[in-house]
């Protein structure tokens, strides 16, 4: 074992997946590299469609069928995990890498108490007596801020609000104390007015505990808020990758420049607002030379006919041939 | 909730009394019950007695509301051809179509929802594979000839089983149980498969197919990303989650089975209800015809309303959202 001060609490290297379809082979992500420290949040950022939630569920080890993994590693803590089947993988999730979905509403099963939901997870991973995993859901609410928990706990999902819900969901990822999470735009769901709150309290329980977080959201003033680094995707690869204040205040690839610019931040007029013009292309029809070479406003010659290139795991910040402020 | 139940069951007299009209009117208009009663034999003073003591000479609304009446105590009238009371009748076949009924619905659930459940687990599997395009061949085969293909093999083929019957029954009471012989419950075994296969491929179908869109509900995926183990996923949040919806129609399916007995009992001579019914249309027996829809009726009726009462119990939202409590 090597020293665990310095070693990423996930360590992705040339991550690739691939859905084989009838008419060829989509890959939805990309040769995609990146670590998160412990206690680190990586925001990762980009369109619908980029491969987000694709990456993230390559690293829980839930990919629907038929999409797989194709190539690369996934380090968790320095032990490989892409490789493990079955019980294996399973006794990580929840464990070592929770988990927040996007829409608390279908999260959580209908049918059973929240309490009974918290208890199965953690006699699942821990090994409790139910007396005492029932105190330490009790507590587990108390901490993500469900007022009268112990009175709450024997409540269904639908005796709470969305927000609430989504605080519960928070409270199930973490109870087993896992030092990842993944959360998969864990406020697109909600109310403009509790999306504020949840970041927080995820932001704080993290922290707390020395949690790395992988945070995917298309929300660019969230990423600003919440994360220390920031990774933005394209068409499944890694199009920019560095600390919040340095991409967010000096992008470097020109697709990380128009995403910023379509995102209405507070402190930016309407006047500033611009879109990046058309659509990210589908995976079946990818463009020759850079992915995004038809939406760019700097396109030249080599990005028609070159892949962009290679965004190494620790050398450069963005995957263009000619980065924006680099030209400067 | 008592709201809801009081509603219910509001809804459920309301029902049954149509139906109540529907069988009377059968009994009072469909042939002539002075007819049926008196034969070839009679003075108009005869006819004119009975009118009076059977009161066909009050008006409709009356007749109506004293057959209820005497149809809520019991007294459904005189069966033509045996000349006793129709609910002695009925009280006497009930125990043959209810224990058939009874192993063939056990069959049928136990079968159903264990084999649907298996074939959306292992969708792809081979045997899962098999056993649903076997469970079309259950679905499409008449009943008569799957009792008649039954009967073949294991009655005259293999000569195990009889072929019609109840075999030796014991009398308990009013009952009367074929549960506690040997022969009993050989006879019982080929009409209850033949009872039990087509509801039994229903269940297995309709549990496969709500199942496999539970298992692609977020909660499943969020239960598998917390790491708990198939067996838990499969069984404690999907299964539940499949049978909500399930159990109202497996509930319909007891009244349908009963119903549906009639062509089982006609296959192998088995001296239930259907079997009775068959017989009374066959010799006209209008008050035997009548008492037996109505009961079919009722039951469905009461099924309907258990049932419905049932699934309020097992989904929690409907507690609260309907009661409008919080
Ligand atoms: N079963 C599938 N067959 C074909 N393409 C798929 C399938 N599932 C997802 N995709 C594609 O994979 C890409 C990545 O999806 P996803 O990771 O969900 O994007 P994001 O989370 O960034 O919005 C999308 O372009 C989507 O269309
Ligand atoms: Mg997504």
Redesign the pocket.
């Known amino acids: 074992m090597k020293d665990l001060q310095t070693e990423p609490t996930l360590s992705i290297r040339n991550l690739t997946v691939d ?1 084989p ?1 009838r008419h060829g082979i ?1 890959r ?2 990309d040769q995609v590299s990146y670590d998160i420290q412990p206690g680190e949040i990586l925001g990762v950022v ?12 390559a690293v829980i080890g839930l990919l ?1 069928r ?2 797989h993994i194709a190539g690369g590693e996934i380090w968790l803590g320095g032990t490989r995990i892409d490789a493990l089947k079955g019980d294996a993988m399973r006794r990580l999730r929840g464990k070592k890498i929770g988990m927040v979905f996007q829409d608390p509403l279908t999260s959580l099963n209908p049918l059973l108490q929240i309490g009974d939901q918290l208890v199965e997870t953690m006699t699942a991973h821990l090994d409790i007596s139910m007396s005492e995993a029932r105190k330490r859901a009790i507590q587990a609410l108390e901490e993500v801020g469900i007022p009268a928990a112990a009175a709450r706990i024997d409540s269904y999902p639908h005796e709470f609000s969305g927000g609430m819900r989504q605080r519960v969901v928070i409270a199930l990822a973490l109870c087993a104390e896992p030092s990842l999470v993944i959360a ?2 864990p406020t697109t769901a909600l109310d403009v007015s509790v999306q504020a709150q949840i970041i927080a309290l995820l932001k704080r329980l993290c922290r707390e505990r020395g949690t790395a977080v992988m945070l ?1 959201t ?1 929300d660019m003033g969230v990423i600003a808020e919440t994360a220390d680094r920031v990774a933005v ?1 394209y ?2 690869r890694l199009a920019e990758i560095g600390p919040v204040r340095d991409v967010l205040t000096a992008p470097h690839h020109p697709y990380t420049r128009g995403l910023m610019g379509a995102t209405p931040l507070a402190s930016q007029g309407k006047a500033r607002l611009h879109q990046i013009p058309g659509a ?1 292309p ?2 079946d029809a990818l463009p020759d030379g850079c992915a995004f070479h038809p939406r760019c406003d700097c396109v030249q010659g080599k990005c028609r006919q070159n892949p962009a290139p290679d965004l190494a795991a620790d050398a450069g910040r963005s995957a263009c041939w000619y980065p924006v402020g680099a030209l400067v | 909730m008592l709201a809801y139940t009081i509603r219910r069951i509001l809804q459920s007299l309301l029902v049954l009394l149509v139906v109540g009209l529907v069988a009377f009117s059968m009994f009072r208009f469909v042939g002539d019950p002075i007819d049926n009663l008196l034969g070839q034999e009679r003075t108009d003073a005869d006819i004119e007695r009975l009118r009076e003591v059977l009161g066909l000479n009050d008006p409709f609304i009356v007749q109506y509301g004293n057959y209820l009446i005497g149809a809520f105590q019991g007294n459904l009238g005189i069966s033509y051809r045996q000349g006793r009371p129709v609910a002695e009748i009925l009280l006497e076949r009930a125990p043959a179509t209810l224990e058939l009924a009874f192993v063939s619905g056990i069959i049928a659930v136990v079968l159903g929802i264990a084999l649907g459940v298996y074939t959306a687990i292992r969708r792809d599997g081979i045997l899962a594979n098999v056993i649903m395009s076997a469970s079309l061949i259950g679905v499409s085969l008449p009943t008569f000839l799957i009792g008649i293909l039954l009967i073949y093999f294991f009655s005259v083929y293999l000569d195990l089983l009889p072929s019609f019957g109840r075999g030796q029954v014991v009398r308990i009471g009013g009952w009367s149980t074929g549960f506690l012989t040997s022969s009993g419950l050989k006879a019982l075994i080929l009409p209850s498969i033949t009872l039990a296969l087509f509801q039994m491929t229903l269940i297995m179908r309709l549990v496969r197919a709500e199942m496999l869109e539970v298992l692609r509900q977020d909660y499943i995926r969020f239960a598998r990303a917390r790491g708990l183990n198939e067996r838990a996923v499969n069984f404690r949040h999907a299964l539940k989650n499949t049978l909500v919806p399930v159990v109202t129609i497996i509930g319909m399916q007891f009244g349908s089975i009963i119903a549906f007995a009639i062509i089982t009992e006609t296959v192998f001579q088995w001296p239930g209800l259907g079997l009775l019914f068959i017989n009374a249309i066959q010799f006209v027996d209008i008050p035997v015809m009548a008492a037996y829809l109505m009961m079919i009726s009722v039951m469905f009726v009461f099924i309907n309303l258990i049932v419905d009462m049932l699934y309020f119990a097992i989904d929690p939202r409907l507690r609260v959202d309907r009661s409008g409590a919080h």
């Open positions: 859905i379809t989509l939805p992500v980009g369109e619908s469609g980029a491969g987000k939630s694709m990456a993230g569920n629907n038929p999409a998969d735009e995917i298309h995707m068409a499944g990210m589908r995976l």
